[in-house]
């Protein structure tokens, strides 16, 4: 864990575009460090664009992003990014694709010690099997597996998460959120997590907040609280009519949103 | 709980990525035997006996058959292994030195936009220059004619490798690009673990068209003032209208050439396994 930045994260009348097209606007977000920050929307309302602005992959035109009291300038490894589509490097074996990132957390380290605490990433997320294997030789959901233990190798209080299941069947998606959560709160200081997703269904069984983004330009239009306990099981949150009602609430949001900007167009 | 979901991802696997990572496992060269090539072969050296037969006069045949021929070949091949040897340390060391320096240099002027615009436009002024109009300058002005013919492989070759090389910097994933990024991979790093082996299916490309170059150039070099070589054992036996060895040493290049691609593609099928 990088000593330096605490894990809360701010982000302060953001905007962003290219071209002539504004994709984000006014954007202010503070999220708790240790929380868990969902944010969804429909595709266009900038959501990947905003996680990869906190990543420091875009710059803003302007406001800022801050972690701690730090304004974020570019990539760091203080904040782990998992993308969509299994980013692994395709021409290293999964253990060298891990040992990437624990090399970068403990510099100095040798290349066989960093493969063995690499192993011990692939563990926790069930892929020692595989270790010595090439991606290619993995099915998606393993792939991304171990795409999140490089994010974990990494140590970083910060995990950036950009629809990281969107691409898996539904029973690997659902194995991956339970093993992410997992992880998430094993860890301890917890890292701070900011996950994209459109599915209303798994941000809500994800997170502690959700920001609703709506599109054209992209902006957060709500902000809601979800307050079942952990651990969460998705028989117990189908059971509770408070689920029901935020996702009722959260639906209207982005409801509105289309309607308004159908009525503009 | 974590390992048991692993066996059940493990069996999940698709049955196609299945397969595919099997028949990686497996030894390549191992296909069913292919006779439709050899009925072209067939066809080929048919012809070519019925035309010799048609046009054998007296004396010297322009066109020797095939029975002629491959006795030319068996009584010229000490000559032809000699020639063969000569002709490959020019090769080689051209063609080697063109790959390290047209990889070495595409990769980093493929990702430094600031160099790149420095070095294209002078690349596209050089690269399109047939090598060939070097060849009697080289032999002028370098001390040897080996390190002459050697100049203008190297020339030759290097720039479709540069240019292959390029193309492949330019054209490494956003994904890859972002993940670099996000690892901190200083630049040297970016360049060795990122860059180059996402770039090798384009040098891979590059070294096959700088190769046939080589040998188009070496050959060509060696019309000019070699004393061994196999373009020089072709032109030597014309200049005595010995067109069984002529034929012959045009036939034995064709077979080195096959093989030095062969070799090449070898390599290649070896270094990108993990390519789909």
Known sequence: MSGE??????VEGLRFGYGGTTVLDGIDLAV?????????GPSGSGKSTLLRLIAGLEQPGRGRVLTGDRQVAGPGIERAVVFQNYALFPWMRVVDNVAEGV???????????ARVRAVDY????????????????LSGGMQQRAAIARALALESPFLLMDEPFGALDPVNRARLQDLLIGLWQARTPRPTVVFVTHDVDEALLLADRVAVLGASPGRVIEDFAVPFERPRSRAALFADDRFHALRESIAEALDADTLARLASA | MISETSTLDAVSLPAQQRERAEAASVRPGRLAFAWEPWLLWGALVAAWQAIAGAIAGQGNPLLPPPAVVLDALWQSLPELFTGTWSSLLILMPGFALAVVAGVALGLVTGTSPRLGRAFFP????????PPTVYIPYAIAVLPTFHLSATFVVFVGAFWPVFQNTVAGAHAVEGRHRDNAAVLGFSRFEYLRKVVF???????????????????ILLTVAELFGANAGLGRFVQYYADFADYPRMVAGILYTGVVTWAAMTALERVRARALFWLR
Not at chain 1, 122 to 137: H, I, Q, T, W
Request: aromatic share 10%.
């Open chain 1, 5 to 10: 930045t605490t894990g809360a994260l701010r």
């Open chain 1, 32 to 40: 708790e460090e240790g929380s868990f920050l969902a944010l969804l």
């Open chain 1, 103 to 113: 090399r970068k957390a403990a510099p100095g380290i040798s290349r066989a010690e």
């Open chain 1, 122 to 137: 692939l563990e926790r997320v069930g892929l020692r099997d595989v270790a010595e294997r090439y991606p290619f030789e």
């Open chain 2, 122 to 129: 002078f690349a596209k002024v050089a690269a399109p220059v």
């Open chain 2, 197 to 215: 082996p996402a770039s090798l299916p384009h040098i891979f490309s590059g070294m096959g068209v700088g190769l046939g170059f080589g040998f």
